[in-house]
């Protein structure tokens, strides 16, 4: 029993290595990320300031974070496809824009929960 609780904390930490390396690969190579990551310090403060309800800032908080995720994702997608070469292929693009897609719609639904919340 106790050496699946030392497996487990073993695994917790390594995982939490996975992660901070993925965040710091980020935050090195993708200006986007930096600049995702910059505008959550700034919000961050008014998240919990400006609503009235802790369900408001939640939501704020949320839609916050959500841009980064997606922006992590978009760059997990950019850099399997990457791996593969410099050749062109139609579904290698596909890929890249529909998760960059999906950036531009969290920050679109991060600036409609902000204003629906604050206004």
């Known amino acids: 029993m106790f050496n699946n ?5 073993t695994r917790l930490i390594k995982a939490c290595g996975y ?3 993925g965040l710091t690969f980020a935050w090195r190579n993708e200006t986007a990320f930096q600049q995702e990551s ?18 408001e800032s939640a939501l704020l ?5 959500f841009v980064l995720i997606t922006e992590l994702i978009n760059t ?5 496809i990457d791996r593969h070469g410099d050749e062109r292929h ?4 596909v890929a890249k824009d529909v998760a960059s897609a999906a ?7 991060c600036a409609l ?3 629906l919340v604050l206004i």
């Open 61 to 65: 908080v949320m839609s916050l974070f």
């Open 19 to 21: 992660s901070w390396r």
């Open 90 to 93: 139609h579904w290698s693009a």
């Open 38 to 55: 910059v505008a959550l310090l700034v919000l961050l403060p008014l998240a919990f300031w400006w609503p009235d309800t802790r369900i």
């Open 103 to 109: 950036v531009t719609l969290a920050l679109i639904q």
């Open 5 to 9: 609780k030392l497996t487990s904390v």
């Open 113 to 115: 929960v902000w204003l």
């Open 76 to 80: 997990a997608v950019e850099a399997a």
